[in-house]
């Protein structure tokens, strides 16, 4: 038996005038999904429980059947698995992003956040620049690595990790003042953030983006702190062999932590021009090599929600379900053994908000021989009408199984 999920991060979203009322997953061309959702069970689910922010690493959790209110320590500590950083119980790690700041105003608290991925900066000019943050503001105590294009970590010993920041995403053209670290616990976070924006504004690479008409990376924002994490072992829970294919460190991170096999694919980037075929082959291969079970994440329709790219955000789903659904479903089919399919997101991405919400997303679950519910297309509306809503992300599992 094989089990493969496919999960495109932040898919659903709200009907949009420019598709004419439809949503991206309404307006896109994917005949794969609109095929297999006929003869699937339907529904949806809420992978972020009340109470929790509704982060990519809680979400994901969820699917995976990890119950986010018992082992959701903020995804930076994954992320830094990913990255093959080694943490200590004393260690809070802090995710570092490169942002675009206004540079019009003197005072750095009045500032506007332009875009929280400088424009999707390039794994290699933001090493340069952290680089220039950790040699600045590293020390004995706290040190800077680089991630994957704006992604980045802070591990820093002895410092809480309990302190609630506010995610960048989530204030796009809004001035920062309110939402900067704040009092007696933020004061070291403000500093390094302030003081990496004198460092990074007028940097070589900076000055080379603007050049280029792209938006320098001018300050760092800190956000997500978590200690160690641990989770328990999914090939034991479940008795599968399990691999994790994903551009983000983050889901890299859980799938590691969680026991199971980290897939790297060359040109895999975490947005819409993607390798997906690349993935498609990865996933093939794993299945060849003997893993049971799949997990292939998507990043691209959230950062094109993130962005409010209507027209890539569609792009992104057909290229999902024409260049990996497509051809990984086929060569199982063609094997002749038994398996199941699961496609959904892991929360919404709105175009309109930019963000993430708490919203239930659909998904279809595809079985050779099994009882099924069927919808019409593969969409949030036609999910929602039929009625069948699972109240936690992490019983999903049981029924995929």
């Known amino acids: ?42 529904g949806t689910v809420s992978n972020v429980p009340d109470g929790m922010v509704p982060e990519s690493d809680t979400a ?23 990255m093959g950083l080694t943490m200590t119980e004393t260690q809070t790690a802090i995710r570092c992003n490169v942002v675009t700041l206004s540079e019009e105003q003197d005072i750095y608290e009045e500032k506007i956040i332009l875009d929280h991925s400088a424009d999707e900066i390039t794994t290699a000019e933001a090493d340069a620049l952290i680089r220039a943050v950790d040699e600045a503001l590293g020390n004995e105590s706290r040190r800077f ?21 506010e995610r960048p ?47 320098p990376a001018n300050s760092i924002w800190l956000w997500s702190p978590g200690k160690k994490p641990q989770l328990p072992d999914f090939n034991e829970k479940w008795g599968l062999r399990g691999a994790v294919i994903s551009a983000v460190d983050l889901i890299k ?46 990043e691209g329709p959230d950062e094109c929600g993130h962005r409010a790219e209507t027209e890539n955000k569609v792009i ?34 709105p175009i309109v908000r930019r963000t993430h919400t708490i919203d239930p997303v659909p998904f279809f679950i595809w079985k050779k021989e099994a009882p099924v519910t069927g919808a019409p297309e593969f969409s949030e509306s036609a999910a929602a009408a039929k009625q069948q809503y699972l109240e936690h992300g992490y019983d999903l599992m049981r029924l995929f199984l």
């Not at 659903?12 to 005038?17: K, Q, R, S, V």
């Not at 995976?64 to 830094?80: C, H, M, N, Q, T």
């Not at 690595?145 to 302190?163: A, K, M, V």
């Open 1 to 42: 038996m094989k089990y493969l999920v496919v999960l495109a991060d932040g898919m659903a979203d709200l009907p949009l005038e420019a598709l004419g009322g439809k949503t991206p997953m309404e307006a896109a061309n994917k005949p794969m999904m609109d095929t297999l959702v006929k003869d699937a069970y339907v």
């Open 60 to 82: 994901n959790l969820a699917v995976l059947s990890y119950d986010p209110k018992i082992y959701s320590k903020g995804r930076s500590p994954l992320e830094a698995l990913s």
């Open 145 to 165: 690595y680089t991630g994957i294009s704006y992604r980045h970590c802070l591990l820093w010993d002895n410092i809480p990790s309990d302190y609630n920041f």
């Open 169 to 215: 995403h989530d204030h796009l053209g809004e001035v920062i003042g309110p939402y900067l670290p704040a009092g007696d616990a933020g004061a070291p976070y403000l500093e390094l953030m302030k003081k990496s924006y004198d460092i990074l504004n007028r940097h070589p690479i900076n000055e080379a983006r603007r050049a280029r008409g792209l938006k």
């Open 253 to 298: 991170g859980i799938g590691i932590c969680a026991g199971m096999k980290s897939i790297d694919v060359d040109g895999a980037t975490g947005n819409v021009h993607t390798n997906y075929k690349g993935k498609a082959d990865a996933a093939i291969a794993a299945f060849r090599d003997g893993y049971d079970y799949v997990y292939i994440h998507i």
């Open 316 to 349: 992104a789903i057909e290229k999902i379900d024409g260049m990996i659904l497509k051809p990984v479903f086929d060569y199982l089919m063609a094997t002749g053994e038994d398996f199941h399919v699961m496609v959904l997101p892991d929360h919404p991405t």
